[in-house]
C-alpha cells in the first residue's frame, strides 16, 4: 500500500465541468478529512463559499508543491499579466478587501491595475501559505 504525503493531496482534487460547459475543481469523495477542514477554512478566511477561483488556486499550490523540497518560498506566486484577467477577478467578492490591503501595505500612487494585482498577489499568497503550513504539519 502506497503511503499518501500531505505534499500529494493535490490528487484529491479534479476538473470537473457544469451543465453549462465552465469547467471548476472539486474534491473527490475519499477526500480526507484535513483537507476538507483546510480547503474550509481558506475559503472562510476570504468569506467567499464556495468560490472557484479559490479551489483552482488550492489545487495550483499542491501541484507546485508536490517536490519533496519545495516551499512557499520556491514557488513563483505572480498575480494574472492580463488585464481582463484582473478585471475579471475584480470581481471577485473579497477582492476589494484585498486590494485595500495591498495599497495600504505596498502602493504609492499606482494605476487600478497595478492596484488589482497587487492584491490578487496578496490572495494569492495567502492561500500558498495556508497550503504550506498545511504540508509542513504546522496546521491541522
Known sequence: ?????????GQYLH??????????ISKTDDCPKELEALIYDIHKH??????DWIYRVIGQAFDD???????????SIEADCYNSDLYKWFGEPYAL????????????NKDIYTLIAGGQWLALERIY?????FINGEAY
Open 1 to 9: 500500500m502506497t503511503t499518501i504525503t500531505r505534499r500529494q493531496y
Open 15 to 24: 476538473m470537473q465541468t457544469r451543465a453549462n460547459g465552465t469547467s471548476y
Open 46 to 51: 476570504f468569506d467567499a463559499m464556495p468560490n
Open 65 to 75: 508543491m508536490d517536490q519533496d523540497d519545495y516551499t512557499t518560498e520556491d514557488c
Open 129 to 133: 501559505s495556508m497550503v504550506g503550513e
Open 97 to 108: 478587501e484585498c486590494i485595500d490591503e495591498y495599497a495600504s501595505e505596498f502602493a504609492d
